[in-house]
């Protein structure tokens, strides 16, 4: 015996890194500068800087069908 | 993110109003906790004595009607305690094994970064520099977030799925300087994350409105690729001299508070 309803919610999604890992790797450098620096794939990586923050926060707005 | 309910409460309801021409006993609960139409509810004095039952005539998902004998509706006072007969069917609102859930997930803050870059070309002449890229802020957030998720509702937990679609990022920059080539750098990046959820505060009842607090794991794969085409004013010619990808996995903790609202779909 069910009951039809639908439910519409809002939250927040706080997110809290405590845990990351980074692989980068460059398949294609044909820099004819590349040699002016120490280590040309880690000053892209570095300056791309692809990482964490301490926290993030999202809306969460809903629409559920319960079956 | 999950609609909690005990099937194992007893859900009493209160009588609200009396209609003793129609015979009619209004009560305080409805669809949404088993008090269904044809169900047969019975009513107690304070002390627990059982007065005498009658049959739903109509509910809706938070009130109902009882249609009583013309002997019953005369010992019926407002306040009174009334159930439903069935012990069975007193939680004959089971809350669903599963339900689908759809989410938009606007992004006020990322917890996911990475910075812009454009080429940063050595001056002529110069053997050996710093760094060739110059790097400013990236996007602040995701214009489209969307989430899908199963709840377990009566396990009191869920398990989502997101996706993150970021806009590209280009730069153009000189290659070389005092020459018609500039580099063109395109960054294009998404992510994808599961999570796992647990409700770990609820308020009791289920009511119109409900506030839940998640707690949970989520798991996202970020991914961003580079690509440097260094391109010609002139002859229009192009060529790609940086490919680069960067994958990011990130474990967090998740705090998800919610309010959420019940609606009737009959």
């Known amino acids: 015996m069910g009951v039809q309803f639908s439910i519409i919610s809002i939250g927040l999604n706080v997110l809290i890194p405590f845990s990351a890992t980074n692989e980068f790797t460059i398949d294609e450098s044909d820099d004819e500068n590349k040699h002016k620096v120490n280590d040309p794939e880690k000053d892209l990586k570095d300056r791309f800087d692809h990482n964490t923050n301490s926290l993030g926060i999202e809306l969460a707005i809903s629409y559920s069908i319960p079956f | 993110m999950i609609l909690i309910i005990s099937p194992s409460s007893a859900f009493a309801a209160k009588v ?24 047969v509810v019975c009513f107690y004095e304070i002390s627990g004595a059982n007065i005498g039952c009658g049959k739903i005539k109509r509910s809706s998902l ?13 010992k019926i006072k407002i306040g009174q305690k009334a159930k439903l007969k069935n012990e069975a069917k007193k939680n004959g609102f089971q809350p669903p094994k599963f339900a689908f859930k759809l989410i938009i997930n606007p992004t006020l803050i990322s917890h996911i970064r990475y910075n812009k870059i454009a080429y940063l070309p050595p001056e002529a002449g110069v053997e050996s520099v710093e760094t060739l890229w110059d790097k400013s802020d990236g996007p602040k957030f995701a214009p489209i977030t969307f989430s899908l998720a199963g709840n377990f509702m009566r396990y009191r937990t869920s398990l989502g799925i997101r996706g993150k679609l970021y806009r590209g990022l280009e730069s153009k920059s000189d290659y070389i300087i005092a020459n018609d080539e500039f580099l063109s750098t395109k960054i294009t990046s998404n992510s994808y994350a599961i999570y796992f959820e647990i409700a770990a505060f609820r308020t009791n009842s289920l009511t119109r409105r409900q506030f839940t607090l998640n707690l949970g794991i989520d798991y996202e794969y970020s991914m961003a690729a580079i690509k440097g085409t260094k391109e010609s004013y002139d002859s229009g010619q192009s060529d790609v001299i940086y490919s680069a990808k960067s994958k990011l996995y990130v474990l967090s903790l998740r705090v998800a508070p919610e309010l959420y609202w019940v609606f009737n779909s009959v």
């Open chain 2, 62 to 74: 938070y009130k109902s009607q009882v249609r009583v004998s013309i002997k019953l509706i005369n």
């Open chain 2, 16 to 39: 609200n109003r009396v209609n003793i021409k129609r015979r009619l006993v209004s009560i305080d609960e409805g669809k949404i906790n088993g008090y269904i139409k044809k169900e």
